[in-house]
């Protein structure tokens, strides 16, 4: 299986930039995808194909990379997004998810 | 507009099983693969497996075979995902995603509101 490695926890300012990485164990290609899980929510595409904006999210959030190494940003952070991100390939069976990062205020 | 409508939290004892629902709406039911997600309490997603409505061809993770049984039922537009031989290990909440295609597998772009299972007896 395709283990995706997060780091678990990230805390930054408002109206500061966040970024999120997650490393592929082996190339995904561009098929990573990023999620935003509110407390008692279920989670939310934001990203898809690595780099694509989903229907409706807001242009502050943004996502770049290929192959095993990627990146999610944010910028600039709002209170409102405080929740926890992760990352989903769809390159090979079982589509696995990353253990996800926590963003929390500084 | 898509939506995805899970049916209601249950306690279940040990060894029994437990069958929960996905109802779809605001697209074509048929188009789109349907796919499961575990969460246990505090921890990451896990993809057990997807169904094609259209077929009824279904996919699943290793970890589920055995597992987990995923139907359809078209003239509703309903999902479901039937767990059996219930342990502690299978307390978490499941949800059910509409799948879209990208490179071998898919994405998942809605997202029901997720059923809580507890195990206990």
């Known amino acids: 299986d395709i283990v995706l490695t997060q780091s678990p926890a990230l805390a930054v300012s408002l109206g500061q930039r966040a970024t999120i990485s997650c490393r592929a164990s082996?190339?995904?290609?561009?098929?990573m995808h990023w999620y935003q899980q509110k407390s008692g929510q279920q989670p939310k595409l934001l990203i898809y194909?690595?780099?694509n904006l989903a229907s409706g999210v807001p242009a502050r959030f943004s996502g770049s990379g290929s192959g095993t190494d990627f990146t999610f940003t944010i910028d600039p952070v709002e209170a409102d997004d405080i929740a926890t991100y992760y990352c989903?390939?769809?390159?090979?069976?079982?589509?696995?998810f990353g253990g996800g990062t926590k963003l929390e205020l500084k | 507009q898509v939506k995805l409508l899970q049916s209601g939290a249950a306690l279940v004892k040990p060894g029994a099983s437990v069958k929960m629902s996905c109802k779809a709406s605001?697209?074509?039911?048929?188009?789109?693969?349907v796919s499961w997600v575990k969460q246990s309490h505090g921890k990451s997603l896990e993809w057990i497996g997807e169904?094609?409505?259209?077929?009824?061809?279904?996919n699943f993770n290793e970890k589920f075979k055995g597992k987990a049984t995923l139907t359809v039922d078209k003239s509703t537009s309903t999902a479901y995902m039937e767990l059996s031989r219930l342990t502690s290990e299978d307390s978490a909440i499941y949800y059910c995603?509409?799948?879209?295609?990208?490179?071998?597998?898919?994405?998942?772009?809605?997202w029901g509101q997720g059923v809580m299972v507890t195990v206990s007896s």
């Open positions: 169904i094609y409505p259209n077929s009824g061809a279904t």
């Open positions: 082996e190339s995904v290609r561009s098929s």
């Open positions: 605001g697209y074509t039911f048929t188009d789109y693969w």
């Open positions: 194909g690595a780099s």
């Open positions: 995603t509409r799948g879209v295609i990208r490179g071998r597998g898919s994405y998942f772009d809605y």
């Open positions: 989903q390939q769809s390159r090979n069976d079982p589509w696995t």
